[in-house]
C-alpha cells in the first residue's frame, strides 16, 4: 500500500525532479517507509512506501525490468500474485524480490492490459514502456485504491490523490461548480468529476492508455470490468449456494490475510466484520480488532442503538482477540475536522469522521487492518431502499421513483434556490441524467421484480460503495494504514452478482402485495431498516457469529450526529453555517441554506447529512484556499 504519482510533458521539456518530489512529499502519509523517484527527460514517476510484504529495499519503487524496458509505480496488494509468479516464472521469468509489485510489473509485461483482468486484489498503477513511448494507467475492478489525473495540451499529471497534483507551479485551483450541484443532490460524485476544476477520478475498472508517438496527446479510456448482477437461468438448490458461499467466503478472508507485517481487524458489532474476524482469528491467535463507539449521554430514538461496542466486546471474548476501542463524542468531529477535509479532499457519501477516529486507533498497533465493506451492496443489505423501485412498471418509473429516493442532501424544489448565487453556471446540469446514466452499462432486460432489485444492487455497488472506498482509503491512508476488504475477493464478487434475489431478500413478496389504496403509512411496514436483505449471508454466518448477532436489524457505522447538532455541537453548526462571512456562500444561498438547517434544529426534519456537507465542503475550501 503506497501512493504514486507522475508527470509527462507533451512538449518534451524535462520533468523536474525538484516538482516530482514535493508530489511524493504531499502523499508522504500513504508511504512513510520510503521514497522513489525515476525520471527520463519528459516522463516521471514516483512513490511512496507502505511495506507490506517483503519489506526489504528490492521491493522499492518505481520499479524497473531487468531489461530497463518496463517501469511500474504501484499502489495496493494482489493476493493471487503467488499463483501468479509461478505462471511467470514458468514462461522464463526470474524475480529478485518476493513482492506482488514484481509480479505486477512482469505481469503486464507479459500479458498488457489483459493482466488487470487476471488480478485478484485492488490497485491504482502507472506502467511505462520505454520502446513503444506509452503510458498506461489502471484502477482495480471495484475502485478500492483511487487514482486522479489532470491533462491539458502541455503535460499529464496524475496521483493517488489530488493533492499531488496540486504541488504543479502555477496550477490554477478553479471550483467545479457543476461538481458541487452533483453532490449537493447525492452527497456523492456519480461521474468521473472532483470539486477542483480540470482533476478527474479515473473510474473503476478502467485503464488509459497515452501513446507519445501520436501528435494528439490525449489519454484514451477502455473499460475491461463492470459490474453485472443477474438472475441465474437455472437456479441451483439452496443448499448448494449456502455450501458455495461457506466455501468462497473462508477462501476471500484467507487469500487477504498474505502480509509480512501484523495484520488487525475492525470488529463494530455487525454481521460483517464479525464474521470476517472469525474467519481472521482462528489464523491469527490474539488478533488484534478495533471498535469506536459513541456517547450516547445525550442521543434519542433510534440513535441510541448506535453505539455496538457491547455487542463488539461480546464477539472479541467469544474469537479471544486482543481488543481495542474508542468512545466518541460531539467535540470528536469539531476537533478533526479540519484535518480530515485536508485528507479526504472532497466529501464523499455518510459522516466519515468516525470512520477517521477508527483507523487512527487501529494504526497506532498495526500496518494492516480487515473492514467489513461490501458485504451489504453485494448481498442487499438495504432493503428499504431497493422496495422503493420493485414495484415499477418499466424503467423510466423505475428511475424517477428511484431518483428521487438519493435525492439526500437537498429537496429538489429548493436547488434552485440554494444554488441561485451560482446558478446560470449549473442550470444545465440535468441530474437526473446523471442518475440514469449510471445505468448505461447494464443491459438487463427488466421482466420481473428481481430485475429492477439487480438494478439497484447494480446502482448502488457502481455509486455507494465506490464512494466509501474512497472515503476509506484516504482515511486509513491518512494514518498509514492499509485496509482490506475482503467481500471484494473477485470469486466472492462473482458469486455475489449470480446469486438469486430470492435467496437476499426475504419480503419482496410481500412487497410486491402492496397496496397504493392501502390505509395508514405503508412505509412503516416496507421502507423502514429491516433485517430482511442479507438472508444467504446470514444464514452462512450464523455458524461463525452469535445469532443475536447475524439474526440483527441493520444498522450503519454512525454517530448520534441528529442529536448532536441540536445539543453539544449546535454552537459549532451555528458558528459555521449561520455566518455569512462563511465560503460556502460564494456559491449557497444563505437564507436558503439557514432555512433548511432551522428545520433540523427545531426538530421538524432530520437534516443531519446536510449539516455534516456543509460543514465538511466549508473546512474544504478553507483548507484548499491556504
Known amino acids: 500500500m503506497c501512493g ?89 521469468y526470474w524475480f529478485r524480490s518476493n ?9 503486464l509485461a507479459e500479458w498488457g492490459s489483459d493482466a488487470l483482468l487476471k488480478f485478484n486484489g485492488m490497485f491504482a498503477l ?33 496521483g493517488s490523490e489530488q493533492k499531488a497534483i496540486l504541488e504543479q507551479p502555477k496550477f490554477n485551483q478553479q471550483i467545479n461548480k457543476k461538481a458541487l450541484l452533483e453532490y449537493f443532490t ?47 437461468g437455472k437456479p441451483a438448490a439452496k443448499e448448494e449456494y449456502l455450501e458455495e ?26 454481521m460483517d466484520s464479525g464474521s470476517i474476524t472469525a474467519i481472521a482469528a482462528s489464523n491469527f491467535p490474539y488478533l488484534k480488532t478495533f471498535t469506536c463507539g459513541f456517547d450516547l449521554s445525550s442521543a434519542s430514538g433510534i440513535e441510541l442503538a448506535f453505539d455496538e461496542r457491547a455487542k463488539a466486546e461480546a464477539m472479541s471474548a467469544k474469537f479471544k482477540t486482543e481488543h481495542y476501542e474508542m468512545v466518541l463524542k460531539a467535540g470528536d468531529m469539531e476537533r478533526c475536522l479540519s484535518d480530515l477535509a485536508w485528507h479526504l479532499e472532497e466529501p464523499r457519501v455518510g459522516q466519515s469522521y468516525p470512520n477517521f477516529y477508527a483507523a487512527k486507533l487501529a494504526s497506532k498497533f498495526v500496518k494492516v487492518v480487515l473492514s467489513g465493506a461490501g458485504g451489504d451492496e453485494l448481498f442487499g443489505g438495504y432493503p428499504w431502499r431497493y422496495y422503493r423501485g420493485a414495484t415499477a412498471k ?66 448502488e455497488a457502481k455509486t455507494f460503495l465506490h464512494g466509501l472506498f474512497v472515503v476509506e482509503d484516504k482515511l486509513s491512508m491518512a494514518h498509514s494504514l492499509e485496509s482490506r476488504v475482503p467481500f471484494m475477493d473477485n470469486d466472492l464478487v462473482d458469486f455475489a452478482m449470480k446469486c438469486p434475489v430470492s435467496l437476499k431478500l426475504n419480503n419482496l413478496g410481500e412487497v410486491l402485495k402492496l397496496d397504493e389504496n392501502e390505509f395508514g403509512n405503508k412505509t412503516i411496514n416496507y421502507f423502514h431498516k429491516t433485517n430482511d436483505g442479507k438472508q444467504i449471508l446470514r444464514d452462512v454466518m450464523s455458524t461463525f457469529i452469535p445469532q443475536d448477532i447475524s439474526k440483527s436489524i441493520k444498522k450503519g457505522f454512525s454517530a448520534p450526529d ?65
Open 4 to 92: 504514486i504519482a507522475g508527470q509527462v510533458n507533451f512538449d518534451k521539456s524535462p520533468v523536474s525532479k525538484v516538482v516530482l518530489k514535493k508530489m511524493t512529499d504531499a502523499l508522504r502519509h500513504r508511504g512513510p517507509d520510503g521514497e522513489g523517484h525515476w525520471i527520463d527527460e519528459n516522463i516521471g514517476l514516483g512513490h511512496r512506501r507502505l511495506s507490506i510484504i517483503d519489506p526489504s529495499p528490492l521491493g522499492s519503487q518505481p520499479m524497473e525490468s531487468r531489461d530497463n524496458r518496463y517501469i511500474l509505480t504501484y499502489n495496493g496488494e494482489i493476493y493471487n500474485f503467488k499463483e501468479l509468479r509461478t505462471k511467470l516464472e514458468a514462461k522464463g
Open 99 to 107: 513482492t506482488d509489485s514484481e509480479v505486477v510489473l512482469y505481469s
Open 126 to 158: 502507472a506502467f511505462w514502456d520505454r520502446k513503444h513511448k506509452q503510458l498506461l494507467l489502471a484502477r482495480d475492478r471495484y475502485g478500492i485504491k483511487p487514482l486522479y489525473y489532470y491533462q491539458d495540451h502541455k503535460k499529464l499529471i496524475f
Open 186 to 232: 447525492f452527497q456523492n460524485i456519480f461521474t468521473d468529476q472532483t470539486l477542483l476544476e480540470g482533476i478527474h477520478l479515473l473510474q473503476p475498472g478502467h485503464y488509459a492508455t497515452l501513446v507519445l508517438q501520436k501528435s494528439h496527446n490525449r489519454l484514451k479510456f477502455t473499460q475491461y470490468w463492470d459490474y453485472h448482477f443477474r438472475e441465474p
Open 245 to 270: 458461499l461457506d466455501r468462497l467466503f473462508k477462501q476471500a478472508v484467507n487469500r487477504q490475510l498474505v502480509s509480512d507485517v501484523e495484520i488487525g481487524s475492525y470488529l463494530s458489532g455487525g
Open 394 to 459: 418499466n424503467f423510466k418509473q423505475y428511475i424517477d421513483d428511484y431518483y428521487i429516493y438519493w435525492h439526500r442532501l437537498i429537496p429538489n424544489k429548493s436547488i434552485s434556490k440554494v444554488f441561485s448565487p451560482i446558478w446560470e453556471d449549473v442550470k444545465d446540469v440535468w441530474t437526473r441524467d446523471i442518475f440514469e446514466n449510471v445505468f448505461l452499462n447494464h443491459a438487463n432486460s427488466l421482466d420481473n421484480p428481481e430485475d429492477f432489485i439487480n438494478h439497484s444492487l447494480y446502482f
Open 562 to 626: 441528529a442529536s448532536w447538532f441540536k445539543g453539544e455541537s449546535i454552537d459549532f453548526t451555528r458558528e459555521t453555517i449561520f455566518n455569512k462571512n462563511s465560503k460556502i456562500f460564494e456559491f449557497f444561498d444563505y437564507n436558503s441554506v439557514t432555512n433548511l438547517v432551522n428545520e433540523h434544529l427545531t426538530g421538524e426534519c432530520n437534516r443531519r447529512l446536510l449539516i455534516w456537507s456543509l460543514l465538511n465542503v466549508e473546512h474544504w475550501l478553507r483548507e484548499i484556499a491556504n
